[in-house]
Nanobody
Framework: QVPLVESGGGLVQAGDSLRLSCAASGRTFSSYAMGWFRQAPGKEREFVAALSWSGATTYYADSVKGRFTISRDNAKNTVYLQMNSLKPEDTAVYFC?????????????WGQGTQVTVSS
């Protein structure tokens, strides 16, 4: 088990920034790939960003590339999602996920989500 707890969501205006955090429990955090997904009302959960266990390799959805940055601090068992130049279409519940291999929608470990609302 890898309990995950997201935080940092909120209500912001278009163009603002937010930083989401995902804190993990356990001593094996550094061995897991981590990722962020989001789900807007009435839509499927979609991939946002992911990074390898070392943080050396990152992946981004085209819709957030250049605006969002994923990072991790293995000493703090935490993964971050820095979101800049936010748009109303970024409004969603954001979830972090962990996987021994590649993070996908089928990954076994998920947080409860944090709401991000971007007003125009």
């Amino acid at each position: 088990q890898v309990p995950l707890v997201e935080s940092g969501g909120g209500l912001v205006q278009a163009g603002d920034s937010l930083r989401l955090s995902c804190a993990a429990s356990g001593r094996t955090f550094s061995s897991y790939a981590m990722g962020w997904f989001r789900q807007a009302p009435g839509k499927e959960r979609e991939f946002v960003a992911a990074l390898s266990w070392s943080g050396a390799t990152t992946y981004y959805a085209d819709s957030v590339k250049g605006r969002f940055t994923i990072s991790r601090d293995n000493a703090k068992n935490t993964v971050y999602l820095q979101m800049n130049s936010l748009k109303p279409e970024d409004t969603a519940v954001y979830f972090c996920a962990a996987d021994r291999s590649v993070v996908t929608r089928k990954s076994p470990y998920w947080g409860q989500g944090t709401q991000v609302t971007v007003s125009s």
